[in-house]
Protein backbone atom coordinates (compact mmCIF):
# COMPACT_ATOMS: atom_id res chain seq x y z
CA UNK A 1 0.00 0.00 0.00
CA UNK A 2 1.78 3.32 -1.25
CA UNK A 3 -1.32 5.53 -0.35
CA UNK A 4 -1.16 8.85 1.43
CA UNK A 5 -4.81 9.38 2.40
CA UNK A 6 -6.31 13.25 2.78
CA UNK A 7 -9.46 14.57 3.96
CA UNK A 8 -11.71 16.14 3.50
CA UNK A 9 -10.95 16.65 -0.57
CA UNK A 10 -12.54 19.85 -0.47
CA UNK A 11 -13.30 22.61 2.60
CA UNK A 12 -14.75 26.29 2.72
CA UNK A 13 -14.47 27.77 5.67
CA UNK A 14 -15.07 31.73 6.67
CA UNK A 15 -12.51 33.77 8.26
CA UNK A 16 -13.91 33.02 11.70
CA UNK A 17 -13.68 29.70 11.98
CA UNK A 18 -11.81 26.85 12.78
CA UNK A 19 -10.76 23.90 10.63
CA UNK A 20 -8.65 20.60 10.46
CA UNK A 21 -7.36 19.02 7.40
CA UNK A 22 -5.86 15.44 8.31
CA UNK A 23 -3.75 13.02 6.51
CA UNK A 24 -2.65 9.98 6.99
CA UNK A 25 -0.21 7.21 5.86
CA UNK A 26 -0.06 3.43 6.21
CA UNK A 27 3.45 2.91 5.20
CA UNK A 28 5.58 3.20 8.45
CA UNK A 29 7.28 6.43 6.66
CA UNK A 30 9.15 8.32 9.45
CA UNK A 31 9.03 11.63 7.62
CA UNK A 32 5.82 13.31 6.86
CA UNK A 33 5.10 16.86 5.18
CA UNK A 34 2.59 19.92 4.50
CA UNK A 35 2.64 21.64 1.30
CA UNK A 36 1.01 24.50 -0.13
CA UNK A 37 -0.37 24.84 -3.68
CA UNK A 38 -1.96 28.02 -4.97
CA UNK A 39 -3.25 28.13 -8.98
CA UNK A 40 -0.62 27.36 -11.67
CA UNK A 41 2.12 27.67 -9.27
CA UNK A 42 4.63 24.40 -7.66
CA UNK A 43 3.64 23.15 -4.11
CA UNK A 44 5.83 25.17 -1.48
CA UNK A 45 6.94 23.14 1.30
CA UNK A 46 5.23 24.58 5.00
CA UNK A 47 6.44 22.27 7.16
CA UNK A 48 8.37 18.45 7.75
CA UNK A 49 8.17 16.20 10.97
CA UNK A 50 10.49 13.44 11.51
CA UNK A 51 9.63 11.01 13.95
CA UNK A 52 6.34 12.64 14.91
CA UNK A 53 8.52 15.54 16.00
CA UNK A 54 8.75 18.98 14.07
CA UNK A 55 11.91 19.47 12.31
CA UNK A 56 11.26 22.48 10.25
CA UNK A 57 8.79 25.14 9.50
CA UNK A 58 9.63 27.41 6.72
CA UNK A 59 8.39 30.65 8.34
CA UNK A 60 4.50 29.83 8.06
CA UNK A 61 2.19 32.12 9.91
CA UNK A 62 0.56 30.73 13.07
CA UNK A 63 -2.78 30.42 11.49
CA UNK A 64 -1.70 27.15 10.42
CA UNK A 65 -0.79 24.70 13.47
CA UNK A 66 0.53 21.22 12.75
CA UNK A 67 0.39 18.16 14.62
CA UNK A 68 1.53 14.63 14.36
CA UNK A 69 -0.25 12.81 17.07
CA UNK A 70 1.68 9.52 15.63
CA UNK A 71 3.90 8.09 13.24
CA UNK A 72 0.81 7.28 10.59
CA UNK A 73 -1.06 10.34 11.28
CA UNK A 74 -0.42 14.63 10.46
CA UNK A 75 -3.18 17.25 10.83
CA UNK A 76 -2.99 21.15 9.79
CA UNK A 77 -5.37 22.77 11.83
CA UNK A 78 -6.53 26.01 10.50
CA UNK A 79 -7.96 29.30 12.48
CA UNK A 80 -8.83 33.23 11.38
CA UNK A 81 -7.26 32.58 8.08
CA UNK A 82 -7.52 34.73 5.46
CA UNK A 83 -9.02 34.73 1.66
CA UNK A 84 -5.07 34.14 0.12
CA UNK A 85 -5.10 31.09 2.14
CA UNK A 86 -7.42 29.95 -0.31
CA UNK A 87 -5.20 26.53 -1.73
CA UNK A 88 -4.42 22.98 -2.35
CA UNK A 89 -3.20 21.77 0.31
CA UNK A 90 -0.96 18.12 0.29
CA UNK A 91 0.14 16.15 2.31
CA UNK A 92 3.13 13.85 1.78
CA UNK A 93 5.48 11.38 3.42
CA UNK A 94 8.64 9.32 2.98
CA UNK A 95 10.40 6.48 4.84
CA UNK A 96 13.35 7.57 6.93
CA UNK A 97 14.07 11.07 7.22
CA UNK A 98 17.83 10.70 6.71
CA UNK A 99 17.80 9.52 3.45
CA UNK A 100 17.10 10.54 0.03
CA UNK A 101 13.57 8.48 -0.41
CA UNK A 102 11.06 9.64 -2.72
CA UNK A 103 7.94 11.28 -1.31
CA UNK A 104 4.20 9.95 -1.30
CA UNK A 105 2.12 12.81 -2.33
CA UNK A 106 -2.09 12.52 -1.27
CA UNK A 107 -4.51 13.82 -3.46
CA UNK A 108 -4.64 17.28 -1.51
CA UNK A 109 -7.02 19.30 0.37
CA UNK A 110 -8.73 22.51 -1.66
CA UNK A 111 -9.45 24.95 0.59
CA UNK A 112 -11.40 27.73 -0.09
CA UNK A 113 -11.52 31.14 2.45
CA UNK A 114 -14.00 33.10 2.20
CA UNK B 1 20.63 22.89 -3.69
CA UNK B 2 21.23 23.74 -7.24
CA UNK B 3 18.82 25.43 -9.38
CA UNK B 4 17.05 23.71 -12.21
CA UNK B 5 16.01 25.04 -15.87
CA UNK B 6 13.03 23.66 -17.78
CA UNK B 7 11.28 24.28 -20.73
CA UNK B 8 8.07 25.88 -20.27
CA UNK B 9 6.08 23.95 -21.87
CA UNK B 10 6.03 21.02 -24.67
CA UNK B 11 4.14 19.26 -26.86
CA UNK B 12 4.19 15.54 -27.82
CA UNK B 13 1.98 13.10 -30.16
CA UNK B 14 0.31 10.42 -28.44
CA UNK B 15 2.83 7.09 -28.92
CA UNK B 16 6.13 8.93 -29.60
CA UNK B 17 8.76 9.16 -27.02
CA UNK B 18 8.89 12.34 -24.75
CA UNK B 19 11.80 13.96 -24.15
CA UNK B 20 11.72 16.76 -21.79
CA UNK B 21 15.18 18.26 -20.37
CA UNK B 22 16.45 19.67 -18.06
CA UNK B 23 19.45 21.88 -16.80
CA UNK B 24 21.47 21.83 -13.56
CA UNK B 25 24.61 23.14 -14.24
CA UNK B 26 25.49 23.90 -10.90
CA UNK B 27 25.03 20.33 -9.48
CA UNK B 28 27.13 19.24 -7.16
CA UNK B 29 29.12 16.10 -6.77
CA UNK B 30 26.83 14.22 -4.15
CA UNK B 31 23.17 15.47 -5.40
CA UNK B 32 20.74 13.53 -6.98
CA UNK B 33 18.19 14.63 -9.86
CA UNK B 34 14.45 13.55 -9.07
CA UNK B 35 11.75 13.89 -11.74
CA UNK B 36 8.40 13.96 -10.11
CA UNK B 37 5.03 14.87 -11.91
CA UNK B 38 1.84 16.72 -11.32
CA UNK B 39 -1.54 15.11 -13.25
CA UNK B 40 -3.93 18.05 -13.03
CA UNK B 41 -5.75 18.77 -9.16
CA UNK B 42 -3.58 15.82 -7.90
CA UNK B 43 -0.92 15.29 -5.52
CA UNK B 44 2.45 14.99 -7.40
CA UNK B 45 3.83 11.67 -7.96
CA UNK B 46 7.72 10.53 -8.09
CA UNK B 47 8.78 9.21 -11.21
CA UNK B 48 12.46 8.16 -11.41
CA UNK B 49 15.81 9.65 -9.97
CA UNK B 50 19.54 9.22 -10.37
CA UNK B 51 22.81 10.31 -9.28
CA UNK B 52 24.88 10.07 -12.45
CA UNK B 53 24.24 6.30 -14.13
CA UNK B 54 21.09 6.34 -16.16
CA UNK B 55 18.44 4.82 -15.01
CA UNK B 56 15.44 3.11 -16.33
CA UNK B 57 11.83 1.57 -14.23
CA UNK B 58 8.52 0.68 -15.59
CA UNK B 59 7.55 4.67 -15.97
CA UNK B 60 10.12 6.63 -17.18
CA UNK B 61 14.28 6.45 -18.41
CA UNK B 62 16.32 9.02 -16.80
CA UNK B 63 19.74 10.11 -19.12
CA UNK B 64 21.95 12.01 -17.13
CA UNK B 65 25.10 13.61 -19.30
CA UNK B 66 28.61 12.63 -18.06
CA UNK B 67 29.21 16.29 -16.73
CA UNK B 68 26.01 16.08 -15.02
CA UNK B 69 25.09 19.63 -15.74
CA UNK B 70 22.06 18.36 -17.23
CA UNK B 71 19.55 15.29 -17.92
CA UNK B 72 16.88 14.40 -19.92
CA UNK B 73 13.44 12.17 -19.01
CA UNK B 74 11.97 10.10 -21.34
CA UNK B 75 8.76 8.46 -21.35
CA UNK B 76 8.65 6.05 -24.58
CA UNK B 77 5.26 5.69 -25.40
CA UNK B 78 3.56 8.87 -24.07
CA UNK B 79 -0.28 8.37 -23.81
CA UNK B 80 -2.91 11.18 -23.00
CA UNK B 81 -2.83 9.80 -19.67
CA UNK B 82 0.89 11.42 -19.54
CA UNK B 83 -0.33 15.01 -20.00
CA UNK B 84 0.98 16.50 -16.61
CA UNK B 85 3.72 19.66 -15.34
CA UNK B 86 7.15 17.62 -14.87
CA UNK B 87 9.15 18.66 -12.39
CA UNK B 88 12.81 18.36 -12.33
CA UNK B 89 14.39 18.64 -8.87
CA UNK B 90 17.61 18.39 -7.70
CA UNK B 91 17.95 17.35 -4.42
CA UNK B 92 21.16 17.68 -2.02
CA UNK B 93 22.38 15.34 0.83
CA UNK B 94 21.35 14.95 4.06
CA UNK B 95 21.80 18.91 5.80
CA UNK B 96 20.63 17.86 9.52
CA UNK B 97 17.62 19.74 9.03
CA UNK B 98 15.41 16.67 10.01
CA UNK B 99 15.12 15.63 6.37
CA UNK B 100 15.27 16.25 2.92
CA UNK B 101 13.29 18.70 1.65
CA UNK B 102 12.10 19.08 -2.50
CA UNK B 103 11.94 22.50 -3.84
CA UNK B 104 10.20 22.58 -6.71
CA UNK B 105 10.69 24.93 -9.71
CA UNK B 106 7.99 26.15 -12.57
CA UNK B 107 8.63 22.43 -14.37
CA UNK B 108 7.32 21.14 -17.41
CA UNK B 109 3.51 21.67 -18.83
CA UNK B 110 3.41 18.43 -21.19
CA UNK B 111 0.49 18.37 -23.64
CA UNK B 112 0.61 14.74 -25.24
CA UNK B 113 -1.63 15.40 -28.46
CA UNK B 114 -3.91 12.39 -29.77
Known amino acids: DTEVTQTPKHLVMGMTNKKSLKCEQHMGHRAMYWYKQKAKKPPELMFV???????INESVPSRFSPECPNSSLLNLHLHALQPEDSALYLC?????????????FGPGTRLTVT | DAKTTQPTSMDCAEGRAANLPCNHSTISGNEYVYWYRQIHSQGPQYIIH???NNETNEMASLIITEDRKSSTLILPHATLRDTAVYYC???????????????FGKGTKLSVIP
Open chain 1, 92 to 104: ASSQDPGQAYEQY
Open chain 1, 49 to 55: YSYEKLS
Open chain 2, 50 to 52: GLK
Open chain 2, 89 to 103: IVRGPYSGAGSYQLT
